[in-house]
């Protein structure tokens, strides 16, 4: 599977951002997909994860309540609503995909990466 990420920018804090990743390929509902993010000098870390159905969601603590992880399985399309941005969301985010177990929220258990894109929250 390829994916490609887009939708960042440029926002105020408590503003809001919709990401979005599509996705190539025939078999999207056999991948659960995640939304990792990158800041300056720290380490990518897991903010949302949805099952293959898109039944299941999981997201990290520093984003709960704010985000919303959705999937078209129709369109092949990835979603990340980001809402009432805060300047420490500045990072750059990845969307993944994998299969198989594990934690949802550790990218040890995905395989395919997109691009990146770059959101920054000013203060």
């Known amino acids: 599977v390829q994916l490609q990420a887009f939708g960042g920018g440029l926002v105020q804090a408590g503003g809001s951002l919709r990401l979005s990743c599509a996705a190539s390929?025939?078999?999207?509902?056999?991948?659960?997909f995640g939304w990792f993010r990158q800041a300056p000098g720290k380490e990518r870390e897991g903010v949302a994860a949805i099952s293959g159905s898109g039944g299941s969601t999981y997201y990290a603590e520093p984003v709960k309540g704010r985000f919303t992880i959705s999937r078209d399985n129709a369109k092949n399309m990835v979603f990340l609503q980001m809402n009432s941005l805060k300047p420490e969301d500045t990072a750059v985010y990845y969307c993944a995909a994998g299969t198989g177990l594990g934690a949802y929220l550790s990218n040890k258990y995905y395989s395919a990466w997109g691009q990146g894109t770059l959101v920054t929250v000013s203060s």
């Open positions: 390929g025939r078999t999207f509902t056999t991948y659960r």
